[in-house]
Antibody
Framework: EVQLLESGGGLVQPGGSLRLSCAASGFTFSSYAMTWVRQAPGKGLEWVSS????????YYADSVKGRFTISRDNSENTLFLQMNSLRAEDTAVYFC???????????????WGQGTTVTVSS | QSVLTQPPSVSAAPGQKVTISCSES????????VSWYQQFPGTSPKLLIYDNNKRPSGIPDRFSGSKSGTSATLGITGLQTGDEADYYCGTWDSSLRVVFGGGTKLTVL
């Protein structure tokens, strides 16, 4: 069974940092692009960042570019999101999602994790 | 930047049909595939439709998708109370940024 399990969320002060992880199982992790999507309380879905299967290419939403870094460890089947200079508007549930292609992260997300909550507040 | 516009809410009676629209304004996404996601409160989204009109394995044929120009539509027939959820359309813009619609809350009266 394909599974994604996020962790690392929590309460952090504005300007602080947090590292999210997403443990993948049930599929050949390195063969697929992966994506982070977030959802602020009571709001819709917002794409955050994507990375292709090999990890060579990364992509970011303008709202997080320069502050967030996506990476992956294909030997450990794990996706990461390093979040720095956090702001109140980054408060959201962060989902990791699998894309059904090695390169074309933007086509769709076919498997989603359960999400991890990030709260940025003093 | 592209924006996908969905109605905030739709409603229909059990057994009826409902459609949810997703229209684009801004960047050139007219030739791009549209996906639809279903999200129940407190849970993660689930892929419902991809490539405009294809259903992943396990999705009942009560759910259908279509696209014409820069507008896409999700159709649900034989409505059930279990279909009450938020529905999101998604695609990408000319800069290969993933974009989602604002979401539509479906109420089955």
């Amino acid at each position: 069974e394909v599974q994604l399990l996020e962790s690392g969320g929590g309460l952090v002060q504005p300007g602080g940092s947090l590292r999210l992880s997403c443990a993948a199982s049930g599929f050949t992790f390195s063969s697929y692009a992966m994506t982070w999507v977030r959802q602020a309380p009571g709001k819709g879905l917002e794409w955050v960042s994507s990375i292709i299967g090999g990890g060579d290419n990364t992509y970011y939403a303008d709202s997080v570019k320069g502050r967030f870094t996506i990476s992956r460890d294909n030997s450990e089947n794990t996706l990461f999101l390093q979040m720095n200079s956090l702001r109140a508007e980054d408060t959201a549930v962060y989902f990791c999602a699998k894309c059904p292609h090695y390169y074309y992260y933007y086509y769709r997300m076919d498997v989603w994790g359960q999400g991890t909550t990030v709260t940025v507040s003093s | 930047q592209s924006v996908l516009t969905q109605p905030p809410s739709v409603s229909a009676a059990p057994g009826q049909k409902v459609t949810i629209s997703c229209s684009e304004s801004g960047s050139k996404i007219g030739n791009n595939y549209v996906s639809w996601y279903q999200q129940f409160p407190g849970t993660s989204p689930k892929l419902l439709i991809y490539d405009n009109n294809k259903r992943p394995s396990g999705i009942p044929d009560r759910f259908s998708g279509s696209k014409s120009g820069t507008s896409a539509t999700l159709g649900i027939t034989g409505l059930q109370t279990g279909d009450e959820a938020d529905y999101y359309c998604g695609t990408w813009d000319s800069s290969l940024r993933v974009v989602f619609g604002g979401g539509t809350k479906l109420t089955v009266l």
